[in-house]
């Protein structure tokens, strides 16, 4: 594979550059730390971040529009597919000697400025709408922990309210995606322990649910639209869009590390949310719901727990998907002399996260329909980067080195993707249009 040989290329660049500082290695100033963290790490990291509550859906958003055999099927071919492509662009954090900290300083620098811009502006698009997304099952998980104690719970905009605040503290408490570290151990426990009683609740509920039925519903237009709008929440599932930017707090070398990292993911964290997925969609069939917690049974404190976990991790996810807008924003507006905590960083700090969740909140607020922020994610934005991009890399830093067969290659990912953006992105407007007819703004949803 031609990763074999930009994976040898790579090291090569990095076991020349071990000396000195990794900002200086990058070219670039940023405001956080780079060329720190080790693999293990990374992979803890992603392991975790993967699992969030988002997995919550998938049963109904992926399963439910495509049915046991294609679902199936489609699952783990994304899954494989979305290795390889980090897996290739991992490759290219080292070009000519320049290490790229940033997913739009790699397309800038091989495709020129408007490269730069529009990977600027789908990446921090896909990441703002994902924060959003974040704000929004964090308040749904706090409704359903009103719903055990109460028949009349609050408006949910009062717990998007509640969540969008409790990112925005947590955000200046840890201002970076490194400083995660410290909450990855405890998040570690939470997340694999809701995830394991969701799993025996749901095998539970299943083998007691003998009425349930697996027939994809809807006319035929519908279904193909829904089908293709699960392909966007399966890719979701298993990437970010922002391997350059993880890949920067790595040390040296970063290449051998980021892959370790990314096999992490695509084992250990696969086997939860894609177990949850699969034994969501087999407990319920096709009326599974599209936030599980409010369908499983079981005691009180079961659903109070599942809950409470799913707003305590999406605290930890919802910081590392956001750390790429954060680290702009604090290069661009922190005095970078001073520490991360010194009095006039705080204060500037404290202004650009109250700016990012002020808009964040009152999106989250007035358009509170989950599963449509999990499709728009997938399709406009996240499949270019994560397919369509790599590929356009590969064909440009090794245009001389490559050979035709491999060009093809690239060539086929860059057009065949670029179709599914396109159809993905139609299927995920046409449901979102479709919600906001049926639901009025600021919808109790």
């Not at 698009?125 to 704000?135: C, D, E, H, Q, R």
């Not at 694999?192 to 083998?207: A, C, E, H």
């Not at 727990?305 to 807008?325: D, R, Y």
Request: one cysteine or more; hydrophobic letters at 50%; a positive charge.
């Amino acid at each position: 594979m031609e990763g074999t040989s930009n994976a040898a290329a790579a090291l090569i660049i990095e076991e020349g550059q071990t000396k000195g500082s990794q900002n200086q290695e990058s070219g670039a100033t940023s405001a956080h730390t780079v060329g720190h963290d080790s693999w293990q790490q990374m992979g803890f990291m992603l392991v975790i971040v993967f699992n969030c509550g988002y997995i919550l859906s998938f049963s109904n958003l992926i399963l439910v529009p495509l049915g046991w055999k294609w679902g199936i099927l489609c699952m783990f071919f994304l899954a494989f597919y979305s290795l390889y492509s980090q897996w290739l662009l991992s490759a290219f954090h080292f070009i000519d000697g320049k290490r790229f900290i940033r997913y739009r300083d790699l397309m800038g620098y091989l495709y020129g400025r408007e490269m730069y811009y529009y990977t600027w502006a789908i990446q921090y698009l896909t990441l703002l709408v994902a924060n959003i997304g974040f704000i929004l099952l964090a308040a749904r998980s706090l409704k359903e922990i009103n719903m055990v104690f109460s028949g009349s719970p609050v408006r949910l905009q009062i717990y998007i309210l509640i969540s969008g605040l409790a990112f925005f503290i947590f955000a200046n408490l840890l201002p970076t995606m490194s400083a995660i570290r410290r909450w990855l151990a405890v998040s570690f426990i939470i997340t694999f322990t809701y995830v394991l009683i969701l799993l025996v609740i749901l095998v539970r509920d299943g083998t007691s649910n003998k009425s349930r039925d697996y027939e994809i519903q809807g006319s035929k237009t519908d279904k193909i639209y829904n089908a293709i709008g699960a392909m966007s929440a399966i890719i979701v599932a298993n990437a970010a869009g922002m391997i350059p930017e993880m890949q920067s707090t790595l040390r040296q070398p970063a290449v051998m590390n980021m892959r370790k990292a990314l096999y992490s993911q695509y084992t250990v964290g696969l086997l939860f949310y894609y177990g949850v997925t699969i034994i969501g969609y087999w407990a319920y069939g096709s009326s599974v719901s599209v936030y599980l917690p409010e369908q499983i049974g079981g005691a009180k404190w079961i659903k109070v727990f599942v809950n409470a976990a799913v707003f305590l991790q999406s605290l930890v996810s919802q910081h590392v998907f956001i750390s790429p807008v954060y680290e702009t924003l604090d290069t661009k507006l922190l005095v970078l002399e001073e520490s991360m905590f010194s009095r006039e960083n705080i204060k500037r700090r404290f202004f650009v996260r109250g700016v990012i969740f002020t808009a964040n909140i009152f999106v989250a607020a007035a358009f509170p329909f989950l599963g449509d922020f999990i499709n728009v994610i997938g399709s406009f934005s996240l499949i270019p980067l994560t397919f369509v991009f790599p590929s356009m890399v590969f064909i440009k830093a090794k245009a001389k080195a490559s050979t035709i067969q491999k060009k093809a290659w690239h060539w086929f990912n860059i057009l065949f993707f670029t179709l599914v953006t396109m159809a993905t992105t139609v299927a995920a407007v046409r449901i979102v249009v479709k919600h906001i007819q049926d639901y009025s703004f600021f919808a109790d949803a």
